[in-house]
């Protein structure tokens, strides 16, 4: 990937020139990548040139901008003004005053924004076929599916037309499709990331992420994009547990509580898990059961309802404008009576209590990001069967008010493999220092 974040043009004119080749380059590589239906819109390519040609004159003269000459895709939930928001239903759309916050940071901090990428529709899946405008296909295998919501963000940046990308997860979102396509993916402590200007699926529970080829650009983005704002109440400040110094310790899973992987995938998580022994950590068998109680909390208990909240009301008004699998979801969840949601706050505050115990004697927690890496087909034969498998061991993280990096761990039948390492609340910066010493940072 061509990106100009260490090259330094001398004059205004060097700029240009520079911005306007790697704008043909991207786009060049865009139309080579044949997946039109990951862009819900594409910004004019004079105007993104113009835009990286300023941020680099402005490093060149002094200005602190760490993403010039970086470009970005921004998932079609999140405010980019000048850009229809959809959540991938047109009926809904709506233009933006303004960018969203994270977006405007990005922004601010010298990156261009290149277009705005297709989604689950209401960011209601983890599959990217749910969306009018288009199944998105893997990257690299067509007949595979990039995996959901953030389909369009992930297949942007692995097929090389974007830096990095902006993404969301409530369910895993952000981390599937960076799993599936050997990607990084930052998913950050609930509330370090403002959400204003994102369109809500679960409100309490939605968190901003980011994606990149490279770890330290992910997660340079996710540190730009972070900060407090008075526009969203669910913000929050960045704290810290314990000791900056690892302790050099890793959790597992169980062999039985893994369930049913896709073939190669259980052995390839196994050697995952002994990279960081042969690295010296300490690996502690973990009894993940009360996690996946929790996840399953997410779809199967009340805690759907918050997307009835957010855009029930839409949905009801508007059926036929809405992805059938969507609507049924959504629907659905108006009709839960109000006391299934105390009674499962208060089972999830048992798992809340458990996970504390566990992550107080781990930097991190080791699993498969999802279970398997399905078909086209396989999805359309069983679109809630299917979608249920894939957030398996990533439903749990926002529920539980935990951290996660999506980190590629090799290849598996000729396709990405992934793993991701969750930690405790604000030990966010803790997961970046597991991966780098437990050689996971190895592009």
Known sequence: MSTLTHHRPDTADDAGRAAEDL???????????????????????????????????????????????????????????????????????????????????????????????NLDQFATGLVGTRSPYGAVRHAEDPTRISGGSSSGSAVAVATG????????????????????????GVKPTKGLVPTTGVVPACRSQDVVTTMARDLSLARLAADVITGLDDDDPLSRSARTHRAAALERTIGF???????????????????????????????????????????????????????????????????????????????????LPAHRVFADQARLDVFRARAREVFGRLDALVLPTTTFHPTLDEVAADPVGTNARMGRFTNFANLLDLCALAVPAGRVAGLPFGIQLIGDAFEDARLVAVAREGGHDET
């Open 23 to 117: 704008v043909a380059r991207r786009f060049e590589t865009l139309a080579r990548a044949d997946r039109p239906e990951a862009w819900i819109t594409l910004r004019d390519r004079s105007v993104v040139a113009q835009e990286v040609s300023r941020a680099l004159t402005a490093r060149a003269q002094g200005e602190y901008l760490p993403l010039a000459g970086t470009l970005f895709a921004v998932k079609n939930n999140i405010d980019v003004a000048g850009a229809t928001t959809t959540a991938a239903c047109p009926a809904y759309g709506y233009e933006p005053a303004r960018d969203a916050v994270a977006v405007r940071r990005l922004r601010d901090a010298g990156a261009v924004v290149l277009g705005t990428t």
């Open 161 to 184: 037309v974007v830096d990095f990308a902006l993404g969301t997860d409530t369910a895993g979102s952000g981390r599937v499709p960076a799993a599936l396509h050997g990607l990084y």
């Open 253 to 335: 899973a169980r062999t039985e509580q893994l369930g049913e992987l896709a073939p190669g995938w259980r052995e390839a998580y196994s050697a995952a898990v002994q990279r960081f022994a042969d690295r010296g950590f300490r690996t502690e068998e973990v009894d993940i059961a009360p996690f996946l109680e929790a996840a399953r909390l997410l779809y199967e208990g009340a805690f759907v309802a918050e997307r009835y909240a957010a855009v029930g009301a839409f949905v009801d008004a508007n059926p036929q404008e809405v992805d059938p699998t969507v609507r049924g979801i959504i629907s659905a969840a108006g009709e």
